[in-house]
Structure formats: structure tokens, C-alpha cells
């Protein structure tokens, strides 16, 4: 079984900091998809990357794709209220075409 | 369009109770996912099908857990009999295309089950 771990699993910062947050695996994936989920609600598409060292930028939010297709990370700068929500990252693999594997979340809290 | 559709939102039943989650995906989209998700082991695909037809189901915890697409709109997660370990919150998502790096999927909002 394909795991992907990101780090950190919580994370309570104030409006306007600066937070990175993490996915890894020891997997190779040919493409990789971050994911944010509010409360009593299904996860929400963000951004796909693809290509190992693929870096996008989403407004205030930046992602990049390591160059081995093993890792991911999610940069958000000057954080906000409507921030807040659960980060979930998904790789996907040749060999399962529409199979995505989840991350274990990283549940981000912004206060005023 | 009005999205994935999932009913009920909320269910909350008896151990050793049926229990029927239902899903409309998004139409024109050919395949659909069920996952489940808790605190403990996050968001797991169950199984997913493609035009109708089930394409993986080892996610399927066990031979209490069925589910069927009897047409393009409408699909069923059963648990029967149920047990407290299957609480949890139950997703449907639905994609338009199975190519990799286009495979966008859209979740409805789940269905929190309680198994009492």
C-alpha cells in the first residue's frame, strides 16, 4: 500500500504568518493533487502537478512537486481566516489511472 | 449543475441495522467513487466504477459492504449488517475523465453515518 504522510498533521497560526505544509512518500506518482476540505463538506480540488519540479502558484498559495515525484509541499503566504480547513494531499499512479491515494491531512486553523 | 448529490446527510442507526447511502454524480461523468473517511484512518476509496461497471473494490472492508450502479445517475453503498466501526463519514465523488492528469473529481458533501 501506497502511504503518503504530511506533515504537520495540526497547525493553529494567526492571520497574516506564513505556513508550509508537507507530503511525502517513498512512492513514485506520476501526478499529484491538492485537495482543501471545510467542515460538513467533500474535499475541493485546489491545483494538479505533474511534472517533477512543477511549481504553481494558486494566489497566495504555491505548490510544488518534487523533482522525484515523491513529495509535494503547499505554501501559503499571509495567511487567512478563509484559510482555515483540512489539506489533503493525492497522488495518482500509471498504473491505476482514476485510483487517488490520500495523504493523512493537515488540518490548518488561521485566527485573528 | 448542481453537483454530486448524496442523501441522506446524516444517518444514525442501530448495530446490525441495513443501512443504504445513495449518490447522484454529476452528469456526463462516467466513473464514480465511494470513500469513506475518519479521524483514525483518513480518506479511503472503497470502490470505484467506471460507466457503470466496478473497477476496484479492494477498498471494501469486508463482505458486509456492497455497492451497485444500476444506471449512469444513481449509485448505492450498502452496509448490512451494520456495526459501530463503521461510523464514519461516507463520500461520493464523480470525474469526467479517467486520463491521469486530468482526473478532477467532485465530492458531494458525505454522509455522516452513526452506528449505535
Known amino acids: 500500500t501506497q502511504l503518503l504522510e504530511q506533515s504537520p498533521q495540526f497547525l493553529s497560526i494567526q492571520e497574516g504568518e506564513n505556513l508550509t505544509v508537507y507530503c511525502n512518500s517513498s512512492?513514485?506518482?506520476?501526478?499529484l493533487q491538492w485537495y482543501r476540505q471545510e467542515p460538513g463538506e467533500g474535499p475541493v480540488l485546489l491545483v494538479t502537478?505533474?511534472?517533477?519540479?512543477e511549481v504553481k502558484k494558486l494566489k497566495r498559495l504555491t505548490f510544488q512537486f518534487g523533482d522525484a515525484r515523491k513529495d509535494s509541499s503547499l505554501h501559503i503566504t499571509a495567511a487567512q481566516p478563509g484559510d482555515t480547513g483540512l489539506y489533503l494531499c493525492?497522488?495518482?499512479?500509471?498504473?491505476?489511472?482514476?485510483?487517488?491515494?490520500f495523504g493523512t491531512g493537515t488540518r490548518l486553523q488561521v485566527t485573528l | 449543475d448542481a453537483g454530486v448529490i448524496q442523501s441522506p446527510r446524516h444517518e444514525v442507526t442501530e448495530m446490525g441495522q441495513e443501512v443504504t447511502l445513495r449518490c447522484k454524480p454529476i452528469?456526463?461523468?462516467?466513473?464514480l467513487f465511494w470513500y469513506r473517511q475518519t479521524m483514525m484512518r483518513g480518506l479511503e476509496l472503497l470502490i470505484y466504477?467506471?460507466?457503470?461497471?466496478?473497477?476496484?473494490d479492494s477498498g471494501m472492508p469486508e463482505d458486509r459492504f456492497s455497492a451497485k450502479m444500476p444506471n449512469a445517475s444513481f449509485s448505492t453503498l450498502k452496509i448490512q449488517p451494520s456495526e459501530p466501526r463503521d461510523s464514519a463519514v461516507y463520500f461520493c465523488?464523480?470525474?469526467?475523465?479517467?486520463?491521469?492528469?486530468?482526473?478532477?473529481?467532485?465530492f458531494g458533501a458525505g454522509t455522516r453515518l452513526s452506528v449505535l
Open positions: 465523488a464523480s470525474s469526467r475523465d479517467r486520463l491521469l492528469a486530468k482526473n478532477i473529481q467532485y
Open positions: 502537478v505533474v511534472t517533477g519540479g
Open positions: 466504477f467506471n460507466n457503470n461497471v466496478p473497477i476496484d
Open positions: 512512492s513514485v506518482f506520476s501526478s
Open positions: 493525492a497522488g495518482i499512479n500509471t498504473g491505476t489511472a482514476s485510483k487517488l491515494t
Open positions: 452528469s456526463g461523468h462516467n466513473s
